[in-house]
C-alpha cells in the first residue's frame, strides 16, 4: 500500500505541474490578450477564468492519484491516464469555448458613455451589417469604435422601441462606424476631472492613480462613465484632444 501510494503520488504530482503548465498558458492567453485590464473586471473573465482552471487542475492530478497502481498492466495504465487526460481536456475546450464567447470584443461611445460589448452580446446574423472592416470580430482585445445617429425620425422611432426592449445602438451591428466620427459629440460629452474629484472625494486616491497611469497633466484630462452589461461603475480618462482612452478607475460616474 505505502509503494503504491508513493508512487501515484509521484504520478499525481507530475500531472499537477502539467497542468499548471497549461494553466499559467492559458492565463496568459486570457488576460494578456482576450482580458486585458481592466476589462476583466468589466465582463467577468477572472472568475471564468479561475473556474476553467480549477476545475482543470484539480481535477486531471485528482484522478491520476486515485487510478495510478504501478502493479496494473502498462495497456491499462496508458487507458486510465488517456482517459483521464481525455476528460481533461474536453473540460477545457468546453471552458475555453464559454470564455471566448464572453470575451470583450468593442469599446463603444454611445450617447454619454463608453460601453463594453462581449461576443456573447452580438446577434452572428446581424455582423453582415457592421462595416466591412468591423464583421470579424476581434480577437486581441476590444475594438475602439462609435455609433452613428438615426438616419431619419422613423429610423430614431425604431432605435428608441429597440432600446426599450433592450437592443441598446451599440449592440446592433448595423449601427456601429468608426470613433474618429464620434469624437466631437465623446468631447463634448466628457467632463473636466475636478467634478469627478468633486464627486467621489472619497475615491481622490483611484482617481489620482489613474491620472498617474495616462501619464498627462491632469490639465490634459477628461473622462466618460464606462459601462458593461455587468458593471456600471467605472470612469475611462480620455486625451482631451484625441479623444482616446489612456487610464481606467473603477469608480462610479453617474451621479
Excluded at 477572472?46 to 480549477?54: A, E, N, T
Aim: glycine share 6%.
Amino acid at each position: 500500500m505505502n509503494q503504491r501510494l508513493i508512487s501515484a503520488l509521484r504520478a499525481g504530482f507530475l500531472h499537477l505541474l502539467l497542468s499548471l503548465g497549461v494553466a499559467f498558458f492559458v492565463a496568459g492567453l486570457v488576460f494578456l490578450v482576450w482580458y486585458p485590464w481592466p476589462f476583466s473586471e468589466l465582463v467577468g473573465g477572472r472568475g471564468l477564468f479561475f473556474i476553467l482552471v480549477g476545475v482543470d487542475v484539480v481535477c486531471g492530478p485528482l484522478l491520476t492519484l486515485i487510478l495510478w497502481n504501478p502493479k496494473k498492466p502498462r495497456r491499462e495504465v496508458c487507458i486510465d491516464i488517456g482517459l483521464v487526460v481525455t476528460i481533461q481536456a474536453v473540460a477545457l475546450v468546453y471552458g475555453l469555448h464559454t470564455v471566448v464567447q464572453a470575451r470583450p470584443v468593442h469599446l463603444v461611445f454611445e450617447v454619454d458613455r463608453l460601453r463594453l460589448i462581449t461576443a456573447a452580446e452580438i446577434a452572428p446574423e446581424d455582423l453582415p451589417l457592421a462595416p466591412p472592416h468591423l464583421r470579424t470580430l476581434p480577437w486581441t482585445g476590444p475594438t475602439l469604435i462609435g455609433v452613428r445617429p438615426p438616419r431619419d425620425s422613423e429610423e430614431k422611432l425604431r432605435s428608441i422601441n429597440l432600446s426599450i426592449a433592450g437592443l441598446e445602438p451599440s449592440l446592433r451591428p448595423g449601427w456601429w462606424q468608426d470613433y474618429a466620427l464620434n469624437k466631437d459629440e465623446v468631447l463634448g460629452r466628457a467632463r473636466s476631472i475636478d467634478v469627478l474629484y468633486e464627486a467621489r472625494p472619497q475615491q481622490r486616491l483611484q482617481i489620482e492613480a489613474a491620472i498617474r497611469d495616462a501619464q498627462r497633466p491632469e490639465s490634459d484630462l477628461c473622462w466618460l462613465p464606462l459601462t458593461s452589461a455587468r458593471n456600471m461603475e467605472w470612469v475611462v480618462f480620455l486625451d482631451r484632444v484625441t479623444a482616446l482612452p489612456l487610464a481606467y478607475a473603477h469608480v462610479d460616474g453617474f451621479f
